[in-house]
């Protein structure tokens, strides 16, 4: 009876001091699996980012540039909460803190990251941490030699090794209760990190009841030493372990969502709205998986800039039942110049303006609408509650009484203007006219009283999701003067501008609500009205009042960044625009044309911004041929010519360089290229389910000499198993506008490489994500074949590059279809493969495409 009665007071001990422990957290999870806040019991949705700083390339890259790191903290988590950020997640990297009997290292990347964390908390970012990354230090580098338990088992030994799997319980218990020397109060008993995530995407083998059994051991080593918070643990990197992931002790699950790939090594044109849809979640049928929470550890739009995705991501994460987002990864203002942390990612506020201002509406979306919430299909999606997406403006907009942002130029008018009092946008809109290509942001203080913060100029003059380099400028920030109106009757149309930020001294009085501005933080003040008590550093919403910090320009020497047009129409007018930099406002910008005969001809480039320029090309020049061009700047006594950056005169006698760019004129009724397997293999997205030695997808060598064609096979084709390719072909639409009405049919060039005959399926994708597809017979001989566009039908098409994880959907079908429209056309399909008849199956079959165009 004794022994009943000291296990019962045991039992209630620990009972009792798990309770407390959980009064502690600022968060529970409820009986239904939602996270909900202790002090009101309202559920949470957080979203925010990764960012990685204190470890890893991060910390090396700062550290090469003599940056002072807490500075440069300091100054990105300001940005953040200006973003509206209010979530906070990094894998941190084990290796660095940890030796490999996973005993806890008190260096400079723990000092760091503990440094961080007492920043965010001063902004009221909330953190989940995720202790163990399992990799190296290196990438994009080589990994340095670390003293850590991953430096000695690799991903794959990390989860069945038991030395390994010691040292994770070993440093999970020291790193949990780490004090942290800023704030004073150890992981476990910080009020702001909410939950863990116990590992990052680990690589499970063996048999299933194994890995129930490691996430456990890592869970009770957390909970021994008295984590009493929410435990997470990734389910989707390895959806063959999910029923053994959901049985676990853990508290919710973790998901990532990559739905445009990776790494594609240039920046992706084309509608992605459908790619962000919806995220459907295929786990419904383990029981275990019911009641536990669920948050996004990683996302990212990766190789786009397109400031419209972010909102829809927060919608579909939202009508998912998420209640956590980070988006992956955050750069760090001081490397953002180049892009060099994560090629493939890009955000930031300064660099890239449009994006972080979509950012901050899908923050926004995340928080206000209601949870599991079904607004339909893409493009029937692309206006819900108080948010407009649109991928022909290149726009995000939300528009409510009190909040009105967008990521560009907009013709909305506010909700209510009078009961505005957040503004943040790119370009303009009828309340603010703003020539600039920086980020804005308005916040009213008290009536009469605005506070104004304008950032830098940024011009992107190279494709930063290129192969990236800390020599190569990507985003150029500009500091020009630019010209700005204020349209809000709050504060009249002359009010006072007074600059509040260090060192901004400037002053002026609005007339007609119009005045010069340059970046800087500002208070905007009515007429007669006094903002005396609107000093200092007073904190509003997060933000300092007098806070400014934004980056000086990374090069100084002239760049002309231009893209040429790579076919036009003859006989029509066009203009040769490009975005140039760093040089003076007197300096003189010509467009030197050659035609292939006579003298060439020199065309004044007229300044249209700061940092644009443009030439008109008279129709009388635009002849059946092609036209090469450069163009050439003086300024004061130095010439430079482009492409190419060569400083000299360009008319010397000794001039060698002969670089020019090149644009085609097509030939009336000529035919227009969508697809040439020798110019588009390197934009092509391509699609095969599973690459083998003998199957695949590649551009190989075609019946001539110079001519490459797609290919793709397989050795056993599968019944529903698709290959093919996707291609953005926009661009090449947009300059042959003149003559699409004439176009009549598609013709491709095309074989079966398998058996005598096969099937291949055409589809002509419009910018609003409608598929139109022909299904055409292919035989063992290189045809062109014709296919009317009266034969174009409404289908389905593919998410390419393949969303990851790969659950996801890789079908779409529009939720409606106004017709085939080729002036509207914005991407090409080619697949074959899914529709063969059932003798096919697990035989070899594959195709080739050499060429599709447009005829008359």
Known sequence: ?????????????????????????????????????????????????????????????????????????????????????????????????????????????????????????QRNIKIIITPIAFWGNGYPQRDEKTAGFSSKYNKGQATVNENAIKAQENYLKQILQHVNPYTKVNYRDEPDIIAAELNNEPSHSGPKEKVTEYIDRLAAAARSIGWGKPLFYNISQSPFYAVAVAKSTVNGFSFQWYPSGLVAGHEQQGNFLPNVDRYPIPYDTIPEFHNKAKMVYEFETADLLQPFLYPAVARSFKQAGFQWVTQFAYDPMATAYANTEYQTHYLNLAYTPAKAISFLIANRVFHLLPRNKDYGAYPADSVFDAYYLSYNEGLSEMNTAKEFYYSGTTSSTPSDEKKLEHIAGVGSSPIVNYKGCGAYFLDKLEN???????????????????????????????????????????????????????????????????????????????????????????????????????????????????????????????????????????????????????????????????YDYSAAIPAAQVITGFLTYRIIIKDADKYYTFPGGYEGDPYGWDNINNETWLTFVAAPGGKLSLFNATVDRSKTNTYFPVFTRNGGAQFTSGEETGQLTFRTSSPAIKQGQVMGFQLFVGDKIKYRLPEVSTFSKVVIRARVISGPTGKLTLALIDNDASAYSSTIELTEQFKNIEVPLSGFKPDSSLLLPRPYPGFLPLWFKASSFSGLSISKLDKLEVTAGNDLSPDQYNKPFGIEVESVTLEP
């Open 1 to 121: 009876m004794i022994r009943f009665f000291t296990i019962v007071f045991i039992l209630f001990t620990v009972f009792l001091s798990a309770q407390a422990q959980n009064n502690k957290n600022e968060v529970y999870i409820d009986q239904q699996g939602r996270l909900r806040w202790q002090k009101d019991h309202s559920e949470v949705y957080l979203f925010g980012v990764n960012y990685t700083v204190p470890f890893a390339y991060g910390y090396r890259s700062l550290k090469a540039l003599n940056k002072d790191i807490e500075k440069e903290i300091d100054e990105d988590v300001y940005h953040l909460a200006r973003m509206g950020a209010d979530a906070f997640r990094v894998h941190i990297w084990d290796t660095e803190i940890s030796d490999t009997a996973g005993n806890l290292l008190d260096n400079e990347h723990l000092k760091l990251f503990d440094y961080l964390i007492y920043k965010l908390k």
């Open 448 to 610: 009469g009283v605005w506070r104004l913060e304008v950032m830098p100029d940024a011009i992107t003059v190279r494709d930063p999701f290129e192969k990236a380099s800390p020599s190569k400028e990507v985003v150029h920030i500009g500091w020009a003067d630019q010209q700005m109106q204020i349209n809000l009757t709050d504060i009249g149309n002359d009010f006072n501008l007074k600059g509040i930020n260090q060192d901004n001294s400037y002053q002026t009085t609005a007339a007609n609500s119009s005045f010069t501005i340059k970046p800087g933080t500002y208070l905007l003040v009515k007429n007669g009205k006094s903002a005396a008590k609107w000093t200092g550093e007073k904190m509003v919403n997060n933000i300092g009042l007098n806070e400014f910090i934004a980056p000086q320009p990374f090069s100084k020497t002239p760049y002309v960044s231009h893209t040429p047009i790579t076919e036009i129409s003859t006989g029509k007018a066009f203009s040769v625009n490009a975005k140039i930099i760093n040089i003076s406002a007197d300096a003189k910008v010509t467009l030197t044309i050659n035609r292939g005969f006579g003298p060439p001809a020199n065309i004044n480039m007229e300044k249209t911004t700061p």
